[in-house]
């Protein structure tokens, strides 16, 4: 089962970054994977948009920092989460 939660993005020095729903598809030994399709709602200080792209995230447990995978949209295709963020928790 999945689980959508409000994901708050910060930047190196804490200040807001983005805000965005997201899906959790699993969790592995780098953590639990958050992942947003293209065309969800965004926010942010400088107002909101609608997502150009596919995100996948890891979150370590007790950990401070992660990365954001952004999958570059192909025009005429659509789009999903990266393959390797899907297939966590399989």
């Not at 592995?28 to 947003?36: A, K, P, S």
């Not at 996948?56 to 659509?78: D, I």
Request: hydrophobic content about 35%.
């Amino acid at each position: 089962m999945s689980t959508s939660v409000l994901t708050d993005l910060r930047k190196y020095d804490g200040s807001s970054g983005t805000q965005r729903t997201a899906t959790r598809p699993g969790e592995d030994e780098r953590g639990v994977w958050w992942g947003t399709a293209s065309g969800v709602p965004a926010s942010a200080a400088t107002g909101g948009w609608t997502s150009r792209f596919a995100y996948a995230m890891p979150a370590r447990r007790g950990g401070s920092r992660t990365a954001a995978f952004g999958a570059n949209p192909v025009p005429g295709q659509a789009q999903a989460l990266p393959e390797a963020a899907v297939a966590v928790g399989a």
